[in-house]
């Protein structure tokens, strides 16, 4: 058997056995009689996104002889997304200030950095070592809650989250970008562990939960940051925005909506765009479709959408003009 099929089954006996325990112990589980989670369901489905990739991704590591540090510095994220799957009294301000807190370790202990954006006032700024952590953090803490927004459909940000990283293995692949760091060995088996989730997910047999989102998240984020700045200028500084502006703007675009209506901003937004795509294949479809489905069907109409995004900036991986050209037309 080849080390790549044996990394396959693990995840799936992985995910199999995350998936029982919660079950059976109805702990961390989306509670039918609730339906709050993505759709109204019958059945008792485990919120075990943040279990599963952590365990998969150490396990897997060690396995392979990869390097598994950063997985370790997410173990907070997991307990915050804990929180917040089951207590509905966690307050938004403190699972805010948390994530900052921890945002800003990752990105102090790990020197994550982000030397230019192609802007030369902007560029300036960056130069300050304290702008520079603020300006990291600020991405990192947009992008999460962003993504966090974003779930709600089957398969949506798990595919979200495999397109970039399909992305930057293509890159790598077709461009020849050598990258030093040992942590980008393991993005085939974060494809395998994606994968595997997405395939459950799809189906609505598991959800990413926020523990689960919290840490594909700031993981996904890190190692976008990083592809750019290792690359010794080889890659165009916005290509990290172009795999990223989806759940950065779905957060602006919600914030700006709440401000202009006067809302709080912790309410629940019904505008953003998958829960209105969604509302429309229900209205034209809910007679012939189940709520699964349709909610399944809305997750991959979006991912379809972005999918030229990602196509075209493997081949604009370097050209600035082109990718920001990709980002407005996209917004």
Partial sequence: MSLFSLNIIICFIILLIVNYSLSKAKLLIDKPELGTHKYIHDSIIPLSGGIFFLSSAILLSIINQNNYILFLYLFPFLVIGIFADTKKNFSPILRLILQLFFIFLIVNSNEIIISSIDFYFFDYLLKNNLFNVFFVCFCLITVLNGHNLMDGLNGFVLGNFILIFAAIYLINILHG??????????????????????????????????????????????????????????????????????????????????????????????LHLHLLIKSYLNLKFKSNLSHKLINSLSGLLINVFLLPNFVLSIFWYNNSINLMILILTQI
Avoid: H, M
Wanted: with cysteine.
């Fill in 177 to 270: 970008i050598s990258l030093e760091n040992l942590l980008y060995q393991n993005i085939p088996l974060i494809l395998i562990i994606l994968s595997t989730f997405f395939i459950f997910n799809f189906f609505g047999k598991c959800f990413l939960g926020d523990n689960g989102t919290y840490i594909f998240s700031i993981f996904t984020s890190v190692i976008v940051i990083n592809f750019v700045e290792q690359s010794n200028s080889d890659i165009s500084p916005l290509l990290a925005a172009t795999f990223l502006w989806y759940p950065a703007f779905e957060n602006l675009f919600s914030i700006l909506r709440r401000l202009k209506r006067r809302e709080s901003i912790a309410k629940p937004d019904q």
